[in-house]
C-alpha cells in the first residue's frame, strides 16, 4: 500500500467505518426463564429495555444516538432461526412513525442462559443473514449481509460472527467490504471507481476448516494513478493462528503476494506492544515483496503515531534498528521508507532523541557534495543537528536554481526547525528571501509561504 493508498482509503476525505463493523454489542437483557422456541419473545426485548442500552453504546455515530423514546415507538421481533444448541437468531425492528426514524436489529437468543446477545442494527433496512460452517466442530458462523444503508451508501461490509465457548455468546469475527464507491482527490490526480465482490467458500480442508474467497471486479470511471487501474482481485482469507487473514492476493492474474509470505504476521505485529514486535516490523521494511515491505511501513507509521497520541516514547532498540535499516538500505529504493520512519521518530518524539552514537551514525551516511537525502536532513535538523545547516541551505539553492519546488520546499522544512536556534547570515538570509520570492510550489505546499514564515520569526 502506498501512501497515496492511505489517502483512497478514506474514500470521500475521512470515511466512515460502516455501522456492521462497529456495532457489536451485547445486551444481556434479562430474559423470561420460560422461554423457549415458539414460545412469545416479546418480554425478552422490549422498547424500553433498548432505548436503556441503545444511546449509550452508540456514542461515536451521532446519527443513530437517540433514543425512540416517542408514544408511537414500537419494537416487533420478525424472525427467528434456530442456530442449534440452544441458540437462536432473532431479527426485529424498532419504529416510530412520528419520529420518522426506524431500526432493523439482530442477534443471538441463549435459551440456556435466557440471555439476548444484541449484536448490531442498520437503518430501516432488513438484514439478510445466514449461517455458514466455517470450521467442522464450532457453532455455525454468523454472515451479515450488507444492505445499503440511507447514511452509508457509498459501501456495503459483510460482517461476519464466530460463537465464543468461552464468552457463550457470538462476538465479531471478520468484516469484509463487498461493495465500495471510492472518491478521492489528491496533488497528484483523482481516483474514481466502484468494487463488487462476490464472497464463496472453499472445502474443508485437511483441519477441517473453510477458507474465504473474495473475488473482487472493479469498475473505473477515473484513475490517474496506474496502481488502481486494475480490472479484478482476488483475495484469499486462510486460516493463522485461528483467525482468517488475507494469505494471497491475485491482481489481474498476477499473484501480488502468497501463502509464505508475512502478511498476516505484519496485521498481528501491529497490535503486538512488545519491543520484539517493533524490531520484527524493521526487519520487514526491505522485504523482497515489495506489498510486503510497503505493509510494513504502513503498520510500523501507524504503530508509531499511537505510541505519539499516547506520549509514549519509542525504545532506543526500535530506533537502533531503523538507523541500521537506514544504512542496510543505501541505494535502495525502500531506503525512503526508513528515512520517513526517522524523520517522523525526531519530529515527534522531541523529549526521547536519538543516542549519541545513533546519531553519529547517520550523521556519517551524509555525503560531502550533493545530492542530498533531504529526509535525513530533516531528521537531523530535528534532533537538533547544527551541522546539517550548510547541506539543507545548498539543497534550497539548487531547489531555486532548477526551479525544482519540491527540493527547495523540503529543504526549508529543516532550515526552518533550525533557524529557531542558530543565527543566520546575511547570505544564507538572502537565500531564503529569495525563496520567499519565488512562485514555486510543491503540490499544494508554496515555496514561498514556507520561506517568508522562517524570515518572519
Same mark, same amino acid.
Given at each position: 500500500m502506498t501512501l497515496k493508498a492511505l489517502v483512497l482509503a478514506g474514500g470521500r476525505g475521512t470515511r466512515f467505518i460502516p455501522l456492521l463493523a462497529l456495532l457489536t454489542l451485547d445486551f444481556a437483557f434479562f430474559a423470561n426463564p420460560t422461554a423457549c422456541a415458539g414460545e412469545d419473545l416479546s418480554s425478552i426485548v422490549t422498547i424500553d429495555k433498548f432505548n436503556a442500552e441503545f444511546p449509550s453504546r452508540c456514542q461515536d455515530l451521532r446519527l443513530y444516538c437517540k433514543p425512540m423514546t416517542a408514544p408511537d415507538a414500537s419494537l416487533k421481533i420478525t424472525e427467528t432461526k434456530e442456530i442449534g444448541g440452544g441458540l437462536r437468531l432473532i431479527i426485529g425492528i424498532v419504529d416510530a412513525p412520528s419520529l420518522n426514524r426506524a431500526y432493523s436489529f439482530y442477534g443471538a437468543y441463549d435459551a440456556g442462559r435466557t440471555q439476548f446477545n444484541f449484536l448490531g442494527w442498520t437503518s430501516e433496512l432488513k438484514p439478510y443473514i445466514r449461517m455458514e460452517q466455517l470450521t467442522k466442530s464450532e457453532q455455525p458462523f454468523l454472515f451479515v449481509d450488507p444492505v445499503f444503508d440511507?447514511?452509508?451508501?457509498?459501501?456495503? &461490509?459483510?460482517?461476519?460472527?464466530?460463537? *465464543?465457548?468461552? #464468552?457463550?455468546?457470538?462476538?465479531?469475527?471478520? %468484516?469484509?467490504? &463487498?461493495?465500495?464507491?471510492?472518491?478521492? =482527490? *489528491? $496533488?497528484?490526480? *483523482?481516483?474514481?471507481?466502484? =468494487?463488487? %465482490?462476490? /464472497? !464463496?467458500? #472453499?472445502?474443508?480442508?485437511? !483441519? @477441517?476448516?473453510? +477458507?474465504?474467497?473474495?473475488?473482487? $471486479?472493479?469498475?473505473?470511471?477515473? %484513475?490517474? @494513478?496506474?496502481?488502481?487501474?486494475?480490472?479484478?482481485?482476488?483475495? !484469499?482469507? #486462510?486460516?493463522?493462528?485461528?483467525?482468517?487473514?488475507?494469505?494471497?492476493? /491475485?491482481?489481474? #492474474?498476477?499473484? +501480488?503476494?502468497?501463502?509464505?509470505?508475512?502478511?498476516?504476521?505484519?496485521?498481528?505485529?501491529?497490535? @503486538? =506492544?512488545?519491543?520484539?514486535?517493533?524490531?520484527?516490523?524493521v526487519d520487514l521494511l526491505d522485504y523482497p515483496n515489495p506489498s510486503i515491505a510497503s505493509e510494513a511501513y504502513v503498520a510500523a507509521n501507524a504503530k508509531m503515531a499511537g505510541a505519539f497520541l499516547a506520549h509514549e516514547k519509542l525504545s532506543d532498540a526500535f530506533s537502533h534498528a531503523l538507523v541500521n535499516k537506514y544504512i542496510a538500505t543505501k541505494g535502495k529504493e525502500e531506503q525512503r521508507a526508513v528515512a520517513t520512519l526517522l524523520y517522523t521518530k525526531a519530529f515527534n518524539d522531541r523529549t526521547h532523541q536519538f543516542t549519541e552514537q545513533d546519531l553519529k551514525e547517520l550523521k556519517n551516511t551524509i555525503p560531502h557534495s550533493p545530492p542530498y537525502d533531504v529526509t535525513l536532513l530533516n531528521t537531523l535538523a530535528a534532533a537538533g543537528e547544527a551541522s546539517v545547516w550548510p547541506p539543507l541551505l545548498q539543497t534550497l539553492k539548487e531547489g531555486l536554481k532548477s526551479n525544482n519546488g519540491c527540493e527547495a520546499d523540503t529543504s526549508l522544512t529543516g532550515i526552518g526547525i533550525l533557524a529557531k536556534k542558530l543565527p543566520i547570515s546575511k547570505e544564507d538570509a538572502e537565500a531564503i528571501a529569495e525563496a520567499a520570492r519565488s512562485n514555486l510550489a510543491c503540490s499544494d505546499a508554496s515555496v514561498s509561504e514556507s520561506a517568508s514564515s522562517i524570515l518572519s520569526k
Open positions: 440511507k447514511f452509508y451508501d457509498f459501501e456495503k &461490509v459483510l460482517q461476519i460472527y464466530r460463537y *465464543s465457548q468461552k #464468552g457463550r455468546q457470538y462476538q465479531p469475527f471478520l %468484516s469484509i467490504p &463487498v461493495f465500495q464507491h471510492v472518491q478521492a =482527490d *489528491s $496533488a497528484d490526480g *483523482s481516483e474514481d471507481y466502484i =468494487d463488487n %465482490s462476490v /464472497i !464463496t467458500l #472453499g472445502s474443508l480442508d485437511s !483441519t @477441517d476448516r473453510r +477458507e474465504v474467497i473474495v473475488k473482487t $471486479a472493479r469498475k473505473i470511471n477515473t %484513475s490517474t @494513478d496506474d496502481a488502481y487501474n486494475i480490472k479484478e482481485k482476488t483475495e !484469499t482469507y #486462510g486460516w493463522h493462528h485461528d483467525r482468517l487473514c488475507v494469505v494471497e492476493r /491475485i491482481v489481474d #492474474g498476477k499473484k +501480488e503476494f502468497g501463502r509464505s509470505d508475512p502478511f498476516c504476521e505484519i496485521q498481528e505485529l501491529r497490535k @503486538d =506492544d512488545q519491543e520484539a514486535a517493533w524490531i520484527r516490523l
